[in-house]
């Protein structure tokens, strides 16, 4: 049947009566990259034409916008989107392209794309010219091939661009001039191994001057590194940082905190680096920064670096903290929820990979941010059945659209309560992947009339 779609919407599109419009839409979408209208009417176009899932897909995404990560609205359009692209999404990308490259729809149509140099070289001007193609992801490169991709102007309307793991050299980064990428704001130059000396380098770009976004993990960069980015005057407009799985001390921290005036940014990944309370101190407390995300993913974080930070002045201003992989407890958790009448701006918190058992399950029903939380990953923190029932028996209305219960050897006393639970009426995604829950009980989880709006449950 997928396949009598795909031809019929081929012909449609190659009949003289219609190509035309359909190619002019197309062009003005390719050329106009960030004016959803003319989207909006190709969208209009094919639902007459009979391809509502193609409409659909459009007007999801555009609508992914207009709405907060993670609200209602914006996870419900996110999951359908995900559902239609897994179903139809390669239907619509033609047969020549499939094999070459890595495709991602934004807005309804391919807008990100992860591609051999050579493939992107040869096809590039057909792709452009199809796609609103605003991000490139180079799978493979060499310093003379991206030389003519840049040449060629392939690159000229490009915001993304990423030369990840190992393919950043001095040739190459000799090339990447602002002449040839006027319109770059993010930078992906993840595991290259630059080093200090490497990084001093690359904060000589004349591209960083219009940067949004930089991606500098897994770069062996130290606290000399740090102090080269943060004294750049090319960083002016970056608002998201990434300095994950580096060799940042404390030292390097306050650094960041007292010395680095980055006026504009509002998230930072510092996760996997050599970092105690002292440093973290200084960071939650900078005056120079105002954060809205922080990371600190895989910094063996104990209890002691979790009660020292929770008081942080930049804390009270946080939307997203990610507090995964590290060897928090409940008596840790217990002291960060505690600041929870100071967290008023948290709605995203990742515990994932935690200790903190079933007393953690009890913390969470005792704490108001329960209420507030929009998504809450409590996936590998030790919660077992136990803890799932304490969770269950929350009296209050929680805000949760997304949670994340995997690896928690969950079993089906734990399913049973949390399918007589009424307390999270906005949930649309909820994962309990690896528990041992039976056939039986997980039905009586999918019939509950508690989860009926549930979009999205994984097992």
């Known amino acids: 049947m997928k396949g009598i779609q795909v031809y019929f919407f081929a012909l449609l599109l190659s009949a003289s009566s219609f190509s035309n419009q359909c190619s002019d839409l197309l062009q003005t ?23 509502p899932q193609r409409a659909e897909l459009i007007r999801l995404q555009i609508e992914l916008g207009r709405h907060r990560r993670f609200s209602a609205e914006h996870l419900s359009a996110s999951l359908k989107a995900e559902r239609i692209i897994s179903d139809h999404g390669i239907q619509w990308i033609p047969e020549r392209f499939r094999e070459i490259a890595q495709f991602s729809y934004v807005n309804g149509f391919v807008e990100r794309l992860a591609i051999g140099a050579s493939d992107f070289l040869v096809h590039g001007v057909e792709l452009t010219q ?64 630059l080093g200090d000396l490497g990084l001093e380098r690359v904060m000589e770009l004349s591209v960083l001057g219009n ?151 009890q913390l969470f029903v005792d704490s108001q941010l329960i209420s507030r939380l929009l998504s809450l990953d409590l996936s590998r923190t030790d919660l077992g059945d136990r803890g799932l029932m304490v969770l269950a028996g929350l009296s209050r209305k929680s805000s949760l659209t997304h949670l994340n219960l995997a690896f928690n050897e969950i079993g089906d006393k734990g399913i049973r309560a949390l399918s007589r639970c009424s307390s999270f009426p906005q949930l649309l995604s909820l994962d309990l992947n690896h528990n041992d829950i039976g056939e039986a009980d997980f039905m009586v989880l999918t019939s509950s009339a508690h989860f009926k709006k549930v979009i999205s449950l994984r097992r």
């Open 211 to 361: 940067l949004e976004e930089l991606d500098l993990s897994f770069n062996d960069i130290g606290d000399e590194g740090l102090e080269i980015l943060c004294r750049s005057p090319r960083l002016k407009r970056l608002q998201r940082l990434n300095l994950s799985q580096n060799q940042i001390t404390d030292d390097g921290l306050r650094v960041l905190a007292r010395k680095c005036v980055l006026k504009n940014l509002r998230a930072l990944d510092i996760g996997g680096n050599q970092i105690t309370a002292n440093g973290l101190i200084a960071l939650v407390n900078s005056r120079n920064l105002s954060l809205r995300e922080l990371s600190i993913s895989g910094s063996r974080l104990t209890d002691f670096e979790i009660e020292a930070i929770a008081r942080g002045a930049q804390l009270k201003n946080l939307e997203s903290l990610n507090l995964s992989v590290n060897d928090i407890t409940h008596k840790g958790l217990e002291e960060f929820l505690q600041q929870s009448i100071a967290l008023k701006s948290l709605r995203i918190l990742n515990l994932g990979s935690n200790p903190i058992g079933e007393r953690g399950g």
């Open 29 to 51: 979408i390719a050329f106009d990259v960030d004016n959803v209208a003319p989207r909006l009417k190709f969208a209009e176009w094919v639902s007459e034409m009979g391809f």
């Open 130 to 193: 199809k796609f609103p193609i605003k991000a490139v992801t180079f799978t493979s490169i060499s310093s003379r091939t991206l030389g003519k991709i840049l040449k060629k102007g392939l690159l000229s309307k490009v915001r993304f661009l990423g030369l990840a793991d190992g393919f950043l050299d001095v040739p190459i980064l000799d090339r990447l001039k602002s002449e040839y990428l006027p319109e770059l704001r993010a930078l992906d130059v993840a595991s290259n191994y």
